[in-house]
């Protein structure tokens, strides 16, 4: 099992802005099952991308990286148009 959460937000802040990685079997229905996501949330809105039905391991792994990638590329950008 995985389960971490890392706070964005700076300490002592009333913000609530959040990481969630999650890895682990859960029961749906009486069935065990394995469940998989990233979360990210802030005050008003959360996102969750999770590994789907239809999604092989592999595949989860690899939007994971695109994720990754696009991150970078855009903290790249900010870090060059600072005004």
């Given at each position: 099992?995985?389960?971490?959460?890392?706070?964005?937000?700076v300490?002592?802040?009333?913000?609530t802005?959040?990481?969630?990685a999650?890895?682990?079997?859960?029961?749906d229905n009486g069935?065990s099952?394995i469940?998989?996501?990233?979360?990210?949330?802030d005050?008003?809105n959360?996102i969750r991308?999770?590994q789907?039905?239809?999604?092989?391991?592999e595949?989860?792994?690899?939007?994971?990286k695109?994720?990754?990638n696009e991150?970078?590329?855009?903290?790249?950008?900010?870090?060059?148009t600072?005004?």
């Amino acid at each position: 099992m995985y389960n971490e959460r890392t706070w964005l937000n700076v300490h002592n802040s009333e913000l609530t802005e959040s990481i969630v990685a999650f890895e682990g079997s859960t029961t749906d229905n009486g069935r065990s099952t394995i469940k998989r996501f990233l979360e990210v949330a802030d005050n008003k809105n959360k996102i969750r991308l999770r590994q789907d039905y239809g999604d092989s391991r592999e595949h989860f792994i690899a939007k994971m990286k695109l994720l990754k990638n696009e991150l970078k590329i855009f903290i790249d950008h900010m870090e060059r148009t600072v005004s």
